[in-house]
């Protein structure tokens, strides 16, 4: 098995809010983070898949086209967009992201399968100090 | 003279989105920075100030004072909060990486001249690919 | 399970040195590293938890209190210091890296598991071309 | 146990071209990697061993041993060489990231047993969005 | 006056070796970039622009339209290519750095010119080691 | 003129205390810096030169030159050292990271000058949030 990892960047709004508390319970819970008017970041998504390499190609799944997936289900979705309002993957779900990474394994866990690839890791790097890994549920 | 440069982040929402435009043109001219929900970033904010060392300290300014005076003037102000609603140094400017540029060299001219020392650049790192410098005017 | 990671930094001296050793024995087994009046690095410290996140908030555990756990078991007491004298879970231990790695798993082990998350790594990078990584011993 | 990671760096050309097929088929299927005068990248190799620290260095391995061990191994035979061309170790194999990390995983594991320390990693990060790891095959 | 700075980056295979020259002086006096099978590298390259920022949308020039400039003139020529041998604007030139980046600026100064904006700076990164800078001929 | 940086690295002790001051005054001064058993950092020192390339190779000056010359004249006497004891010119000088990078260019202005390119500029990373840089006096 080996396995590889792609990197997709995007910029998005979100805010931690939670509308069944009152404004001071989510300012203490969840401190800046809260603020009514919204933030953002530079996500860093890195995506992992594991396969044995095509005896052809050498490849365990073309970057291209694992850029093309991600694109596709993820990038254009969140890219310049806010998490809280704009995501359908997200509809309903505290944009934290912890929840923001569990939500993109199962966009793509599916996708890569049909690849003949397994889905291994979802890492969101959020600021240069947080970040956030998940490896699915074990089955 | 030497040069030090002190490296403050903040984590902010904006969009580039005129109202005295119709929503078309904003998306024509601004693309997907343009989205009315927000969109947001991880700026990484470079303030170069200028100065003889002291010559009992070695310093031309402690970090310690310089962190303190751009985090009140311009990091408290900004970050986790939203560029267009929230900043009173901003208000009414269009939020792109150039006017938030000036908009800072304007707030922190003042501070460091009276600690003695000269402000040179304002540098901001708004993507890995996209940053911005001001020097002030020539005087 | 959701994986977390929080990134803290600290500056600190320190040397590699035996004081049951010759200096010339010293200088052969840890070689520049053995300087008799020390070096030092700055060190970025990787801890990483585990755990479900919270269904009301979607955190495994907010970053500001996983901040303030390493700070104040951590941080405040290798920042600045001399790993080989002025650290008290240090004391008659050789600083390596890999020692070190050790040492600040059982410092921040029980705290972390009083918050309700397992602690799953503790990674430091000690330059840019090394680092160690410790998972704690298999239970 | 204890990892430790050293990353040692080389620069190299390479092509992804199979003389087999017609160029273009490798166009399609290898698209700009296919460009028969070559291409090049700055290759960061990070490998991991582990094994417990011995007692009386509270070392791992020395990073000074680890980085001669590689860059006998290794970088010596491939930093500034071309991949496809130029190494003994690659004679025949597609020049895939993938497979090369395979390539250098073969090199690596019998000298690091001779070290007493155990192979973890290879992984390889060819540009800033793309990497590949590679863990052994299972005993 | 704004700077503003747009990275692109490309990968590419080059080599230093002049034909009038014996190998053995190639080898004397470029070392292992003379590696008649070549070598490459990731280059990262930053253009610099500066101007007035545009009253009605404070750009000095959306990134967008500078990213595509680059990318016609520079990126599409030299991306997955061999900088000795595939480049129009390379033919016949030594392809050190140094060159490399005058001959981008040649190719950069006057499409800038025609979008109103002026070339301040190339810089190209070679390695995270070497860099080099060109501000062009003083007029 | 093209300038060129070459970036060296270096790992070392220090502290900012002046032995003429009571302990009190340091600490209030220099803050954590003061500590007597000393701190360290991984310093990052770039150096810039600048001149006409050589017609015949394109180089201003070869980066292998251009490393020995730092190598030689500085890494050698800094790296894992402490810069308060341990090294000629520092003796008598406030560590500072304004002081290190005046007293780097007075190593290197004569030594790169013989070499026929100009130093332009010593620029030091001390920590990722803290840099200095010097570029001489007018003459």
Redesign the interface.
Known sequence: ?????????F????K?Y?EDWPAEKNLE?????S?P??????YDLYV?VKSK?DP?????V???IM?EIITEKIIDKV????LN??VDFMKG???????L??AIWKELEEPFRQMGVVLYSVRIQE?????????GQPS
């Open positions: 098995m080996v396995y590889i990892t792609r990197r997709e960047r910029c998005a709004a979100h931690l939670r819970i969840f401190g800046k983070c603020n008017n919204w933030h953002g970041h530079n992992t390499p052809e190609t050498g490849f365990v073309d970057y291209r850029s890219d310049h967009r806010n309002l704009d779900i505290m944009t934290s992201t912890e929840n990474a569990i600021t240069e100090n947080n970040s956030v890994e998940y490896f």
